[in-house]
């Protein structure tokens, strides 16, 4: 569940240079420079925590001298009140990287929430929840760590991971069991090829060819039960389009193998944490 130390300085260098190119006016025209300071990270409502490296990264960000105590792990629910970090040392680059620290682990955490909600509402069918790439650009290494940290998994990284047929490709051709069996013969034996169908008619023509997984787009559950039967163990199968936290039960249970919800990283609200500061030495007029 490690997100990679480079990726995580990227995204806390290009959210710092953003928020303070030339510095943090306020702090500097308000904080001594040697004052030090004490700050927890606090869970204003229940939540399942992720993003506590990429906090700690942010809040070190500029300098060595502060430092980071996680008390909570990553994937662990918690409750309102709940102390998920602490942190001291200058109070100067504490402040500065407050609100890019603060903007990742919510968003993260709130990920990682939404995701647990969506694994829980499934639990004993044996239908995956997994993301999509509807994530944010420069962001995404981060959200699908989040939806790991929520008990789902992951769907392809990019385009570069899996080929992936979608209705806009199929517009394009003309017989569909012959391009994806083209599509198989030009491939290493190692990639994986999933079609997406819209219509049930289009379920054998991409099981002739050889997909390795049918996602099911847009179906009702009634029609998912039909694609379920039909596909028959040939092909995985995947459910997705309109997923939400009250249908994905009834998706579940139509014996589908995984559940793909894009609003796992383009429809969750950032959790509502906050960094409660004390000084601990002395500052006034810089």
Known sequence: MLLAAETIDRVVRTALAEDAPSGDLTTAAFVDEQATADAALVARE???FSGAAVFA????ALDAAVEVTVRVEEGVRFDAGTTLAEVTGPARPILTCERTALNLVQRMSGIAAATAAHVEAVAGTGARIVDTRKTTPGLRALERHA????????HRAGLSDA?????NHLALIDD?????????????????????????EQIEPALVGGADTIMLDNFTPAELRRGVERIAGRAVVEASGGVTLESVRAIAET????????????GSRALDLGLDMTMTSPGGAA
């Open 46 to 48: 229940p939540g399942v």
């Open 255 to 266: 014996g589908v193998d995984v559940i793909s919800v894009g609003a796992l990283t383009h």
């Open 57 to 60: 990264a942010a809040m070190t």
């Open 163 to 167: 080929v992936m047929a979608k209705d």
């Open 176 to 200: 569909l069991a012959a391009a994806v069996a083209a599509a198989k013969e030009r491939l290493p034996h190692t990639t994986h090829l999933e079609v997406e169908v819209d219509r049930l």
């Open 147 to 154: 939806v790991r940290c929520g008990g789902g998994h992951n």
